[in-house]
């Protein structure tokens, strides 16, 4: 009996033990840093890159509460499939994380790679995170494609929904000079597809320079009054038969506390992205950069719509 009753008073010491050990484990956890977003060429484990020296870069993600963390220092390793490794930047004295190039062995084609980011931190405190990256053909010449044979079918079953028809992902810079009152900016043009009717559902057959998209900046009537706003005018033409190359498809208008009297001749950002016909847009990192009209529909946002 006295045996029985040790055991049973040890019993609730240890279980609070137990979960003390599991509280500061916890804990300890949580006040960790981190090394978060690794990218390569500025996008998540990408695949088919064609790089020569592609960039690196990473966050440091500090616990909760803690302030004045900084990177004091790096070293990035990279290693083949196999293991080797192909690079070592050894400890590099620096708080730059952001577009750091690879200057390691030539990298192969059709490689995955792994690659392991180390960051000491202002309080001599060591972090690391992995990621990976997988080459391309590493050769922009078409001899890369000697030796490929068509393993899809015939010209007579290869029509294709034509406003499906591209995948971009750009951006672009546009200023007006002082004068003048329209930029524009093409992509998507000569696209084979749509210059044999073989090859679309609307049997078109554009001829060079026939079938395109434009993006056309106008601040005309930018005034400084409430009414004077910049337009982005978006022209498609080629893509169906009805397509008019003079008159826009859709015009928005832009808000003046995006482009406005004071700033209409400065340095615009767009940035674009294309995929299965949705188009996304967005002006000096703003999104939501229009004028919303009461009878707009929600297709009519620039970076929904889908009449491309």
Same mark, same amino acid.
């Given at each position: 009996?006295?045996?029985?009753?040790?055991?049973?008073?040890?019993?609730?010491?240890?279980?609070?033990?137990?979960?003390?050990?599991?509280?500061?484990?916890?804990?300890?956890?949580?006040?960790? +840093?981190?090394?978060?977003?690794? %990218?390569?060429?500025?996008?998540? %484990?990408?695949?088919?890159?064609?790089?020569?020296?592609?960039? =690196?870069?990473?966050?440091?993600?500090?616990?909760?509460?803690?302030?004045?963390?900084?990177?004091? /220092?790096?070293?990035?390793?990279?290693?083949?499939?196999? @293991?080797?490794?192909? $690079?070592?930047?050894?400890?590099? &004295?620096? *708080?730059?994380?952001?577009?750091?190039?690879?200057? #390691?062995?030539?990298?192969?084609?059709?490689?995955?790679?792994?690659? %392991?980011?180390?960051?000491?931190?202002?309080?001599?405190?060591?972090?690391?995170?992995?990621?990976?990256?997988?080459?391309?053909?590493?050769?922009?010449? &078409?001899?890369? $494609?000697?030796? /490929?044979? $068509?393993?899809? #079918? @015939?010209?007579?079953?290869?029509? =294709?929904?034509?406003?499906?028809?591209?995948?971009?992902?750009?951006?672009?810079?546009?200023?007006?000079?002082?004068?003048?009152?329209?930029? @524009?900016?093409?992509?998507?043009?000569?696209?084979?597809?749509?210059?044999?009717?073989?090859? *679309?559902?609307?049997?078109?057959?554009?001829?060079?320079?026939?079938?395109?998209?434009? !993006?056309?900046?106008?601040?005309?009537?930018?005034?400084?009054?409430?009414?004077?706003?910049?337009? !982005?005018?978006?022209?498609?033409?080629?893509?169906?038969?009805?397509?008019?190359?003079?008159?826009?498809?859709? %015009?928005? +208008?832009?808000?003046?506390?995006?482009?406005?009297?004071?700033?209409?001749?400065?340095?615009?950002? =767009?940035?674009?992205?294309? /995929?299965? @016909?949705?188009?996304?847009?967005?002006?000096?990192? &703003?999104?939501?950069?229009?004028?919303?009209?009461?009878?707009?529909?929600?297709?009519?946002?620039?970076?929904?719509? &889908?009449?491309?």
């Amino acid at each position: 009996m006295i045996k029985t009753n040790i055991l049973k008073k040890q019993l609730p010491l240890l279980s609070l033990t137990f979960y003390a050990l599991i509280i500061l484990l916890s804990a300890c956890t949580q006040n960790k +840093s981190a090394i978060t977003n690794l %990218t390569t060429e500025y996008t998540t %484990t990408p695949l088919g890159i064609d790089v020569e020296q592609p960039r =690196f870069a990473w966050q440091m993600q500090a616990p909760e509460g803690v302030r004045d963390l900084a990177q004091t /220092a790096y070293q990035i390793e990279v290693k083949s499939a196999e @293991g080797e490794v192909v $690079w070592n930047s050894e400890k590099v &004295n620096s *708080n730059t994380a952001l577009a750091i190039p690879y200057e #390691g062995e030539k990298l192969q084609p059709k490689t995955r790679y792994e690659w %392991t980011v180390k960051v000491w931190d202002n309080n001599n405190e060591e972090h690391s995170a992995t990621s990976w990256f997988e080459t391309g053909l590493m050769n922009p010449d &078409n001899s890369a $494609w000697d030796g /490929a044979q $068509w393993i899809g #079918g @015939g010209d007579d079953d290869l029509v =294709f929904y034509s406003q499906y028809e591209m995948i971009f992902k750009m951006k672009y810079a546009v200023a007006i000079a002082e004068g003048s009152s329209k930029a @524009g900016f093409v992509f998507g043009a000569n696209d084979m597809r749509l210059m044999d009717r073989y090859k *679309n559902i609307y049997q078109l057959e554009n001829e060079r320079n026939e079938s395109y998209i434009k !993006l056309e900046l106008d601040v005309s009537a930018v005034d400084g009054s409430s009414n004077g706003l910049a337009k !982005l005018n978006i022209y498609r033409a080629g893509y169906t038969k009805t397509d008019n190359p003079a008159v826009p498809l859709k %015009t928005f +208008s832009i808000k003046s506390s995006v482009i406005n009297a004071a700033n209409k001749n400065d340095k615009h950002l =767009f940035e674009l992205r294309s /995929a299965f @016909g949705n188009i996304t847009i967005t002006l000096d990192q &703003n999104p939501d950069f229009f004028v919303k009209r009461k009878d707009d529909s929600f297709e009519d946002r620039p970076w929904l719509q &889908n009449a491309f």
